[in-house]
Nanobody, 125 residues
Framework: QVQLVESGGGSVQAGGSLRLSCAASGLTISSYYMGWFRQAPGKEREGVAVIYPYGGSTYQFDSVKGRFTISRDNAKNMLFLIMNSLKPEDSAMYYC??????????????????WGQGTQVTVSS
């Protein structure tokens, strides 16, 4: 069965950095669209960054461009989100997700079939 397990969340001060990890089993991440999504209390779940299968093209949502980087280690079958220059508005539960196909809708969380349990990120000012 497919399992995605996030780790690396925590509490940091504004301007700090965190690296989130997603350990995958039951699927090969290089064959899937892999995304990081986040959800803050009272808000919709939103896409953060996506890496495409095979070629590994990466995309970041406008709010995190220049600050967050998505990457993967195919040998370890792990996905990462490197977050720099964190802001209080980045505080959220962060989820790792996988999709066989997104039909081009890479920022729609409903396109992703597999999800981790989430890891909490809290950024204080």
């Amino acid at each position: 069965q497919v399992q995605l397990v996030e780790s690396g969340g925590g509490s940091v001060q504004a301007g700090g950095s965190l690296r989130l990890s997603c350990a995958a089993s039951g699927l090969t991440i290089s064959s899937y669209y892999m995304g990081w999504f986040r959800q803050a209390p009272g808000k919709e779940r939103e896409g953060v960054a996506v890496i495409y299968p095979y070629g590994g093209s990466t995309y970041q949502f406008d709010s995190v461009k220049g600050r967050f980087t998505i990457s993967r280690d195919n040998a370890k079958n792990m996905l990462f989100l490197i977050m720099n220059s964190l802001k209080p508005e980045d505080s959220a539960m962060y989820y790792c997700a996988a999709a066989v196909t997104t039909r081009g809708y890479i920022w729609r969380h409903t396109e992703y079939q597999y999800w981790g349990q989430g890891t909490q990120v809290t950024v204080s000012s």
